[in-house]
């Protein structure tokens, strides 16, 4: 733009004395193309710093969010933090729909803990809300500890305690290739159902405000060192007003990250006790009906890794109670209080319910 006058003005100074009015047109038209482009910098400039302050829209509730919750919030961390705690994300403990979760140490403490990166493209940070808004309020030995947070635009992390053996998952389904040793002994699994069930009570009556999950499988049941249950991923939970915890499974089959806590609940309940998936893609067998069926004959249950007494009356304990969960009908299934205390007490107490539906 400078040169462009400079030139101009030399153009300017060679022209003949004589042509006055050349030399006035001539001033006209380079102080008005000089004006029009300092106008055009100065917007250039303007909408540049607007769209730094300017946050994607999709995000705009986040930080909405997080205004009106910052009082109850955890520590939050720059993206830098985030990065250097996982030492730029090196160690991937597992990933899905939601993002990637990575081991990493806290700064100045180091304290092991677990950075769940959340997709960037997923949603407008509904998932990111309903877990910090869920977790931030909770505190029970079955719940997994909320440590902090990130937002940084598009960028959201949240931060949680690590766990050491890592999710449920991986101790339940007997493997043909190495035996019952790929899972936990059924007593420990007695155990850590207890747990689930004490932490989804808890949730669902004992915290502040009412929550339901809405996401329970044994890849979000994480163990610590003692194999303690500790619930994570609140990603899909719903807070509930009043009493309301009970949620109808109409139009739900198909779409289980979107059913009634009972009912996963149950359904991993019956994974626990027997080994298996609820449904054996390679058999086709859905398992409910299958172990009802075997449960009433007072037949073999074929169950793995059962060698003594108590532990065939706790596996039929752990079975009767997922079924009673799985009843299709809410009116039908026990609350999660009631589910707390079938397993705690006596096999004699507890009647056989309905069939389940086949799939």
Not at 299 to 317: C, M, S
Request: proline share 4%; with cysteine; glycine share 10%.
């Amino acid at each position: 733009m400078v040169a462009g006058l400079t030139i101009g003005l030399l153009k300017l100074h060679s022209l003949p004395d004589y042509d006055d009015g050349y030399k006035l047109w001539f001033i006209i038209v380079i102080a008005t193309s000089v004006l029009g482009t300092l106008i055009l910098v100065a917007e250039i400039i303007a909408l540049s710093c607007w769209l730094r302050r300017k946050k994607p829209k999709k995000f705009e509730q986040v930080e909405a969010f997080l205004e009106l919750h910052e009082k109850c919030a955890t520590k939050r961390y720059k993206y830098s933090d985030v990065k250097k705690m996982t030492n730029f994300f090196k160690d991937l403990l597992g990933e899905g729909g939601y993002g990637s979760v990575f081991k990493g140490i806290l700064p100045n403490g180091g304290v092991m803990v677990a950075v769940k990166r959340l997709s960037e493209t997923r949603g407008n940070g509904d998932d990111f809300i309903n877990e910090l808004a869920s977790i931030s309020k909770t505190f029970h030995i079955n719940l997994v500890t909320y440590l902090g947070y990130c937002v940084d635009r598009g960028r959201r992390a949240l931060i949680y305690e690590f766990m050491p053996k890592g999710s449920l998952e991986k101790y339940i389904y007997y493997k043909v290739s190495v035996g019952a040793q790929s899972r936990l002994g059924l007593m420990t699994l007695y155990n850590i159902a207890i747990g689930i069930a004490d932490g989804l009570q808890y949730l669902h009556g004992g915290c502040p405000n009412r929550i339901l999950h809405l996401d329970i499988k044994p890849s979000n049941i994480l163990l610590d060192n003692e194999f303690i249950p500790k619930i994570s991923d609140f990603g899909l939970a719903k807070l509930c007003a009043g009493n309301r915890s009970t949620v109808s499974l109409e139009g739900a089959r198909g779409t289980p990250g979107y059913m009634a806590p009972e009912l996963q609940s149950g359904g991993m309940l019956l994974e626990m006790a027997g080994g298996r998936k609820i449904f054996d893609v390679e058999t086709e067998i859905y398992y409910p009906p299958w172990i009802y069926d075997r449960l009433v004959s007072n037949g073999n249950l074929e169950l793995y890794g059962i060698t003594t007494p108590e532990e065939e009356q706790t596996a039929r304990k752990m079975i009767l109670v997922g079924l009673w969960c799985v009843q299709t009908d809410p009116a039908v299934r026990p609350q999660m209080s009631e589910v707390v205390q079938m397993l705690k007490g006596s096999l004699q107490t507890l009647q056989i319910p309905s069939r389940p539906a086949s799939v």
